[in-house]
């Protein structure tokens, strides 16, 4: 393992544009292009492809096209979830999706950061990733954004077209930009 993606994986500054990174990449986004060109009636051929393309993937999951992550073997998603159309997975920290989860349209899990006060180091694409993890029975509407390092816990909704920047804990309903929490479940 090289340097870049030691320093990656440990949560510290790395640029992407190290060839391990980028041949990593590339397999993914061929593994997502495969995917995403495959028919309605070929689960058992989308199933296939993401066990190849993802850390985990749970049985009885399902993963609707359009799909797309930047290395995939960082995500890991539990048994029995959903995530529907146009689902985005930056995944240069690990993604956790627990068991018995609903991601809706167009959802964004976003691990990627990059430098705010080094003005230097962002202009030399220098960046960071945080992990992102889901609790079981996680419910997402359409649009959500799950922002670098978030954190939300079991049995946990949230509101369409919510920009998540802080953990949630247990048994909650937050929505809003930034999402807050409105009420316990």
Same mark, same amino acid.
């Given at each position: ?15 992407? !544009?190290?060839?391990?990174?980028? &041949?990593? @990449? ?5 593994? %997502? ?10 689960? &058992?051929?989308?199933?296939?492809? +993401?066990?190849?393309?993802?850390? @985990?993937?749970?049985?009885? !999951? #399902? ?5 797309? =992550? ?9 048994? /029995? ?8 997975? +930056?995944? %240069?920290? $690990? ?5 018995? =989860? !609903? ?18 180091? @962002?202009?030399? @694409? #220098?960046?960071?990733?945080? $992990? *992102?993890?889901?609790? /079981?029975?996680? #419910? ?6 799950? %922002?670098?390092?978030?954190? *939300? ?28 929490? *409105?009420?316990?479940?």
């Amino acid at each position: 393992m090289g340097e870049h993606k030691q320093r990656m994986l440990a949560g510290e500054l790395y640029q992407d !544009s190290d060839p391990e990174l980028v &041949a990593e @990449r590339h397999r993914a986004q061929r593994l %997502c292009d495969e995917f995403n060109r495959t028919g309605p009636d070929e689960t &058992a051929r989308r199933t296939a492809v +993401l066990r190849d393309l993802l850390g @985990r993937f749970g049985e009885g !999951s #399902w993963v609707m096209p359009r799909f797309q =992550c930047d290395y995939g073997h960082l995500v890991e998603i539990g048994s /029995n979830s959903f995530l529907n159309y146009d689902a985005i997975l +930056l995944d %240069c920290a $690990p993604i956790v999706i627990g068991d018995d =989860c !609903s991601i809706g349209p167009r959802v964004q899990l976003l691990t990627a950061l990059h430098p705010m006060d080094d003005h230097d180091k @962002r202009r030399r @694409r #220098w960046e960071s990733a945080a $992990p *992102i993890r889901i609790g /079981n029975n996680a #419910w997402f509407g359409g649009g959500v954004i799950v %922002c670098p390092g978030v954190t *939300i816990g079991d049995d946990v909704v949230v509101g369409a077209g919510s920009v998540v920047t802080r953990d949630l804990p247990d048994r909650v309903f937050a929505a809003g930009n930034p999402a807050r929490v *409105i009420r316990p479940l």
